[in-house]
């Protein structure tokens, strides 16, 4: 079946690092693969989106880009605020939809 | 973006007893709504999947008649967790779309639920 394996947290960085979020996939078809985002005491929102091959999906400074020959859709940012601090899911949608497991990430100043 | 609530944001109930959460969204129709469950440092798991108007669809291994969803209007759709054991304790989430599961999902904040 579907399936989506993100990168365990806790992930902790000073503000303007760069981050990465690795999330790889499995699936049996050409998947849609999402970013969500869950700031504090929020609902999660998306972050971006790729629906084929080679798109890259980007929003307030984060990207990602949809690899197929890697089952890839890490996501990345140049230089993180504190303000980025949250939880971070990788979610695919192939007949149903699976989310990783969520990567904390506390940015500190 | 759309805003989905979801009420009670948590909730205590003994063992035996029955729990309604509510899910609304409050500023536009939601044809579809979605419950999912989170366990601690575990993926969001959808449970159901629920058309206003019309039955629920369970994701396979969940119980439809401990899990009882109801979706009566577009902005509003229920999940009652049937007498309540302790294994029950979990997050409960819910989002809603105007559309099937491709179409974008708003997300509530959850409901934590603990069974003592």
């Known amino acids: 079946g579907n399936s989506v394996t993100q990168m365990e947290g806790p992930v902790t960085l000073s503000e303007e690092a760069f981050l990465t979020i690795n999330c790889t996939y499995t699936?049996?078809?050409?998947?849609?693969l999402f970013w969500y985002v869950q700031y504090p005491g929020e609902g999660l929102q998306l972050l971006l989106k790729?629906?084929?091959?080679?798109d890259k999906g980007s929003n307030k400074g984060f990207e990602a880009t949809y690899r197929k020959e890697t089952t890839s859709f890490h996501l990345e940012k140049g230089s993180v605020q504190v303000s980025d601090s949250a939880v971070y899911f990788c979610?695919?949608?192939?007949?149903?939809?699976?989310f990783g497991a969520g990567t904390r990430l506390t940015v500190k100043p | 973006g759309a805003v989905v609530s979801q009420h009670p944001s948590w909730v205590i109930c003994k063992s035996g007893t029955s729990v309604k959460i509510e899910c609304r969204s409050l500023?536009?129709?939601?044809?579809?709504m979605f419950w999912y469950r989170q366990f601690p440092k575990q993926s969001l798991m959808l449970m159901a999947t629920?058309?206003?108007?019309?039955?629920?669809?369970?994701e396979q291994g969940v119980e439809k008649d401990k899990f009882l969803i109801n979706h009566a209007s577009l902005t509003l759709s229920t999940l009652t967790v049937t007498s309540a054991h302790p294994e029950d304790s979990s997050f409960y989430i819910c989002?809603?779309?105007?559309?099937?599961?491709?179409?974008?999902?708003?997300f509530g904040p959850g409901t934590r639920l603990t069974v003592l």
């Open positions: 989002s809603a779309a105007s559309g099937g599961l491709s179409n974008e999902q708003f």
């Open positions: 500023d536009f129709q939601a044809t579809t």
């Open positions: 629920s058309n206003e108007g019309s039955k629920a669809t369970y």
């Open positions: 979610a695919l949608i192939h007949n149903d939809m699976r």
């Open positions: 790729a629906t084929k091959a080679d």
């Open positions: 699936a049996t078809g050409y998947p849609s």
